[in-house]
């Protein structure tokens, strides 16, 4: 198993323009995928076979690749595409997050097919992250512009898609979304959003509720800026990319375990955990 993070690159910010592979222990692997046309590389996720992971490009495409990086499907460019994350739908499908468009598109798993809109065009004005619930609720969350008072949404599935404002939280200005082994929602937040002195944290919100059950912050050891992407490990670990590091908390005890990943002009935004070839 190995870990691979997006560095972001132009206006996500000054990163390497590259998928980096990491092994569990941090220590470097390299550029993964160099020969794929890995351009400002957005969300990630493992494709359902195990064996391929699909990118978020930065030119309006969704790559799928295999365990050696070798390119096997791509979309056409798709005109104000802008992705963000992606995660695999209730029904199979490969969703991602369309932040010019402000919905969420679903492709086939092979990307052989037309992208749909899951949800409405416009659906929230700045859309961050999403995930599903083990019951096929989709949670939606609404970054902030300016000073926390993000939220998060519940939707009903389909065909209703029944909007709920579930969690609004003044501290909250989230930027990634995902749900828990413990069926909790967990987002990692930076308040005000994109101020060099912004207080970061993960916060963890009970999902039929939506109250405050956790905050996890940063110990001193780690400088935790600008975090984005957020996955569990195999081992239920929660790890979360940011401006340089990869940082690591005990899920059960919230306690940051410390970076696994120090990296000049990291700037992470999403992280996957993908077998090695």
Do not use: W
């Not at 050696?68 to 791509?74: H, N, T, Y």
């Amino acid at each position: 198993m190995r870990i691979v993070v997006t560095s972001a690159s132009g206006a996500n910010g000054d990163g390497r323009g590259a998928l980096l592979a990491f092994d569990l222990n941090g220590q470097s692997l390299g550029t993964f995928a160099p020969g794929a046309a890995i351009v400002d590389p957005r969300g990630l996720h493992v494709h359902p076979d195990g064996k391929h992971l699909y990118v978020n490009n930065g030119d309006d495409r969704v790559l799928l690749v295999d365990e050696r990086g070798g390119l096997v499907a791509s979309t056409a460019s798709i005109e104000r595409l802008d992705p963000g994350g992606g995660v695999i739908g209730p029904d199979g499908r490969y969703c991602v997050g369309s932040r010019s468009l402000r919905t969420i598109l679903a492709f086939p798993a092979s990307l052989s097919g037309p992208a749909v809109p899951l949800v409405p065009v416009d659906v929230v004005a700045f859309p961050r992250g999403f995930a599903f619930s083990s019951d096929g609720r989709l949670f939606l969350a609404e970054g902030a512009s300016g000073a926390g008072a993000g939220a998060i949404f519940a939707m009903s599935a389909a065909p209703g898609h029944h909007k709920v404002r579930l969690v609004e939280d003044k501290d909250l200005s989230p930027l990634d979304l995902a749900v828990a082994p413990n069926g909790n929602i967990v987002t990692s937040s930076e308040v005000p959003f994109g101020a060099e002195d912004a207080v970061t944290s993960v916060r963890e919100y009970d999902p039929r509720t939506g109250q405050l059950v956790r905050v996890f912050r940063p110990d001193g050891s780690v400088h935790f800026r600008r975090p984005r992407g957020l996955r569990f490990s195999p081992d239920g670990r929660l790890f979360c990319v940011a401006r340089d590091e990869v940082v690591v908390f005990d899920f059960e005890s919230a306690r940051m375990l410390g970076a696994v990943v120090r990296l000049d002009r990291l700037h992470g935004q999403a992280i996957e955990f993908f077998p090695r070839a």
